[in-house]
């Protein structure tokens, strides 16, 4: 069964520090892992994806971190910011020629200013 | 220069009634998508449509049926409303199918009492 799980489902991080979001995944039949974010009333929106054959991928503040061998990966947030509050999914694109989603079961992110 | 449209954003009913929920996209991609986000903010995709093609049909009730009358546009109708039936419904497109880019739509928020 495809599944990808989510911890902690709730983070409260002072401005400034750093947000550790784990997700897990028991399948290997995946080949992309995304992470989207989403605010209050809206959709969720691409954030940053990985591929399972890089350790690690950053774009300014958000940095995703991938352990292949563990079937772990992971998202940090830093310097984070009140801005930043909202829920992080992330995801694995199976490899099938359709693809889909697989969702995580989301955090939400607070973060204090 | 909204990318992906649905309405309406709320949908309040009573079980038992049938409801559409519509969607547009002015991107140019060629797959749609539906899915379901319930009160845990789990997010689940439902259907997804390449080129007017249903592609991805998970396990749905066929109370749910899903329309694409051309590749930007793709309809939710959903028969006989269940309270479990109560939830945000994204649409979302991407540019190909089985792209983990996918762009989601604002959502309907569905309550049926």
């Known amino acids: 069964q495809q599944q990808v799980k989510q911890s902690p489902q709730s983070l409260i991080v002072q401005k400034g520090g750093i947000s550790i979001i784990n997700c897990a995944y028991e399948n290997t039949a995946f080949d992309y892992f995304p992470w989207y974010q989403q605010f209050p009333g809206k959709g969720p929106a691409l954030l940053i994806a990985?591929?399972?054959?890089?350790s690690e991928k950053k774009e300014g503040r958000f940095t995703i971190s991938f352990n292949k061998s563990a079937k772990q990966f992971s998202l940090h947030i830093m310097d984070s910011q009140p801005g930043d509050s909202a829920t992080y999914f992330c995801a694995a694109r199976g490899t099938s020629n359709t693809g889909k989603l697989i969702f995580g079961q989301g955090t939400t992110l607070q973060v204090k200013p | 220069d909204t990318a992906v449209s649905q309405t309406p954003k709320y949908l309040v009913t009573q079980m038992g009634n049938d409801k559409s929920i519509k969607c547009e996209q002015n991107l140019g991609h060629d797959t749609m998508y539906w899915y379901k986000q319930d009160s845990k903010k789990f997010l689940k995709i439902m259907f997804s449509?390449?080129?007017?093609?249903?592609?991805i049909n998970e396990t749905v009730p066929n109370r749910f049926s899903p329309k694409s009358p051309d590749k930007a546009h793709l309809n939710l109708h959903i028969n006989s409303l269940e309270l479990g039936d109560s939830a945000v419904y994204f649409c979302?497109?991407?540019?190909?199918?089985?792209?983990?880019?996918?762009?989601f739509g604002p959502g309907t928020r569905l309550t049926v009492t």
């Open positions: 449509y390449n080129n007017k093609e249903l592609i």
């Open positions: 979302a497109s991407s540019q190909v199918p089985a792209s983990y880019e996918q762009y």
């Open positions: 990985i591929r399972p054959d890089v």
